[in-house]
């Protein structure tokens, strides 16, 4: 299985919810008419679409079949979405850093700072989701911020604006 996203939060009322994705930007999202999604580990169960919204070219909203309200469409929220069988897709390598995920964080002081929890694409600026022992940071990410990246070590070193943690 491909995993082409993630569900990342409900959107209205009906059922619909946000779906960051990692397709191409040529991707035809018309030859989508189911996706799969990790209900449990290892556990791939098709969800009809029934109906697709642009937003960026990584976020769309989509409307399930499967879901007439919110409540019921709270079960995939933050679970994996996999391209279904017999669907073609070439992940772009740009989403390489998905490699940061576990990794620790620390500053240019070498100041542990947490763990990275998630990657998260808002527009077009990337934020990692860093959880310490006591507070939770959105840290804006990009390469030029980045000191050393030990992959050995899962130890990344960035570059810190002055009071970004205190926020």
Known sequence: MIKIGKIKSLHGVKGQVLFEHQLPVDFDLDQLDAIMIELMPESYIPFFIEEINDISDTEIILKLEEYNDRNQAIEILNKSVYAPPGIEVHIDNDFE????????????????????????INGKQLL?????????YLIPFSDDLVIDFNDKQKLLTLELADGLLDL
């Open 97 to 120: 850093w998905k490699i940061l995920i576990g990794a620790n964080l620390e500053d240019q002081h070498h100041t542990h700072i947490g763990i990275i929890e998630d990657i998260l």
């Open 128 to 136: 990692l989701d860093v959880k310490s022992d006591v507070k939770e």
